[in-house]
């Protein structure tokens, strides 16, 4: 059972103050589970819970984190799943969801949509994967999500066709490699904010994206805010606040 769930127990007579009380009596505010320890209190402090990244951790390691946080959480997600971890948390949880283009597995109901809309664009079709993590997980905490992909500034003609969705968006997510130059273009026609995302797509002397990412943290438009290379997770969490300040 989650804070707000047991919260809303007891107002209802469901929950006795004592046993509510013996479950708020641990103020680690984590569970040790031996590899991991885990942050319950998270979505209180945050306002979302703590997220399981997978990389380097055992299909076991993390189905058991994903079953310790639902017992807390309504809302479980999982990024950058591979083939083995997506296959152990569906065994153990048929309704776990994984959204393949992003990597990402959830489980839970996805929060309440609410504010605007979120506008996430890519650079070229090579940068879907970094993009569509934005978007999931914009999506799950709550956001309206458009996405228009392949517009970068090599076919500029291409980006002005999205001018409506452009000055629609409360929040953009701007997310390419290469050159990086898109978010700069972007944020010179709009008057909302936009989230850079380099990608690690790119030759040679684009070094693994740092060409994109310097590229972005330079531009000459202010009103960009940069995530790290291929952080679509981060850009979705901070757009959503954004998106979410005034509600």
Not at 86 to 107: C, D, E, G, T
Not at 117 to 128: E, F, H
């Amino acid at each position: 059972m989650n804070w707000r769930s047991l919260l809303e127990a007891v107002r209802d007579g469901k929950v006795s103050v004592e046993d509510a009380l013996s479950q708020l009596k641990d103020l680690r505010s984590y569970l040790d589970i031996g590899h991991s320890k885990l942050d319950i209190h998270r979505s209180l402090r945050q306002g979302i819970p703590e997220v399981i990244f997978c990389p380097g951790k055992t299909p076991n390691q993390v189905v058991e984190a994903v079953g310790k946080l639902q017992e807390h959480e309504s809302l479980v997600i999982a990024t950058r799943a591979e083939p083995e971890h997506v296959q152990a948390i569906q065994r153990h949880f048929p309704k776990a969801v994984y959204h393949k283009a992003a990597r990402v597995v959830s489980l839970g109901e996805p929060r309440k949509t609410q504010g605007g809309q979120i506008l996430v664009l890519t650079a070229g079709t090579s940068d879907l994967p970094v993009a569509e993590e934005a978007a999931v997980t914009a999506e799950l905490l709550g956001n309206a999500v458009v996405k228009e992909f392949d517009v970068g500034a090599a076919g500029v003609h291409r980006l002005l066709d999205q001018t409506e969705e452009l000055l629609n968006a409360n929040v953009l997510i701007i997310v390419a490699g290469m050159d990086g130059v898109l978010p700069t273009l972007v944020a010179g026609l709009v008057d909302k904010p936009v989230i850079a995302v380099p990608t690690s797509r790119g030759y040679g002397a684009s070094f693994q994206g740092l060409a994109a990412l310097l590229t972005m943290l330079n531009s000459c438009v202010p009103g960009v805010a940069v995530v790290n290379i291929d952080n679509g997770f981060g850009a979705g969490v901070l757009a959503s606040r954004i998106n979410h300040m005034n509600l």
